[in-house]
């Protein structure tokens, strides 16, 4: 499984404990594996990123636990910033 630092993403990096490394997991697009497996290494780097607001939904498991997150965080997933 590949794995990004997901420190900079909105949605993301709210998925671990405070003070814990914020990671993603990366989908490969199937027309990037090839490079991926085969390329340079500057080839292979190329399709690792993580998923674009929209690509992933997110919400709480709990609902009404929502007030365990900052007002700003949870601001922000509701406006989609």
């Known amino acids: 499984m590949l794995t990004q630092c997901a420190a900079g993403h909105p949605v993301l990096s709210l998925m671990h404990r405070p003070g814990k490394e ?6 490969l697009e ?15 780097d190329e399709p ?10 997110s919400g ?9 997150l900052p007002a700003e965080q949870l601001q922000a997933l509701r406006s989609g910033t």
């Open 22 to 27: 914020k990671r993603g997991v990366v989908m």
């Open 30 to 44: 199937s027309g990037d594996w090839d490079a991926w497996l085969h390329g340079t290494a500057a080839q292979a």
């Open 48 to 57: 690792i990123k993580l998923p674009p607001l929209g690509v992933l939904r």
């Open 60 to 68: 709480a498991e709990k609902p009404e636990k929502e007030e365990l």
